[in-house]
T-cell receptor, first 112, second 114 residues
Framework: TQLLEQSPQFLSIQEGENLTVYCNSS?????LQWYRQEPGEGPVLLVT???GGEVKKLKRLTFQFGDARKDSSLHITAAQPGDTGLYLC????????????WGLGTSLAVNP | KAGVTQTPRYLIKTRGQQVTLSCSPI?????VSWYQQTPGQGLQFLFE???????NKGNFPGRFSGRQFSNSRSEMNVSTLELGDSALYLC?????????????FGPGTRLLVL
């Protein structure tokens, strides 16, 4: 059962464009993480959000955690080719033995 | 600090064989988790080891097993390989393995079963 839905699944844009990817669930998470994975590498943590309504910024990346802690979004401003990769969200369900629930990811290609 | 290392990086096996993958965590990290990643299923949690003990287990058959040594290095073994076991196997380490704690991933071992 896939508890975390990520959309879109694939995204191909031109350099300089803005984009938003989404991570949705019917479950409540105590925290949610966003990772980026480049080809041939493992995922690298970008941010962890823990408070409903929380907004975190990392340079051109803006992460938002939904008020009910069931969903999250990642907005990238003025995308660059270096942003290309697979963006994964992972949620921790309180009391669920510390296991993370993973989305399938959004594969982003930024064309120069 | 050196990152998480995994060996081998690539592996080709045939059905019915068995395979052992190795993971060396970041120095000082005591928790090691293993994941299977495929395009259709995404990251699937296999198991977590902490201080040489399996602390959590995912929903994989008994053909998948693991262990952790006193130096926190970990191995996972897959016996009687099936075609569907072809995947990227990722190892992640963290200090305590607590909820929401940062996991540091290795580059993975790409296994192809023919």
């Amino acid at each position: 059962t896939q508890l975390l839905e990520q959309s879109p699944q694939f995204l191909s844009i031109q350099e300089g464009e803005n984009l938003t990817v989404y991570c949705n669930s019917s479950s409540v998470f105590s925290s949610l993480q966003w990772y980026r994975q480049e080809p041939g590498e493992g995922p690298v943590l970008l941010v962890t959000v823990v408070t409903g309504g929380e907004v975190k910024k990392l340079k051109r990346l803006t992460f938002q955690f939904g008020d009910a802690r069931k969903d999250s979004s990642l907005h990238i401003t003025a995308a660059q080719p270096g942003d290309t990769g697979l963006y994964l969200c992972a949620g921790a369900i309180a009391g669920n033995n510390r296991k993370l629930i993973w989305g399938l990811g959004t594969s982003l290609a930024v064309n120069p | 600090k050196a990152g998480v290392t995994q060996t081998p990086r690539y592996l080709i096996k045939t059905r019915g064989q068995q395979v052992t993958l190795s993971c060396s965590p970041i120095s000082g990290h005591r928790s090691v988790s293993w994941y299977q990643q495929t395009p259709g299923q995404g990251l699937q949690f296999l198991f977590e080891y902490f201080s040489e003990t399996q602390r959590n287990k995912g929903n994989f058959p008994g053909r998948f097993s693991g262990r952790q040594f006193s130096n926190s290095r970990s191995e996972m073994n897959v016996s009687t390989l099936e075609l569907g076991d072809s995947a990227l196997y990722l190892c992640a380490s963290s200090l305590m393995g607590s909820e929401g704690e940062t996991q540091y991933f290795g580059p993975g071992t790409r296994l192809l079963v023919l």
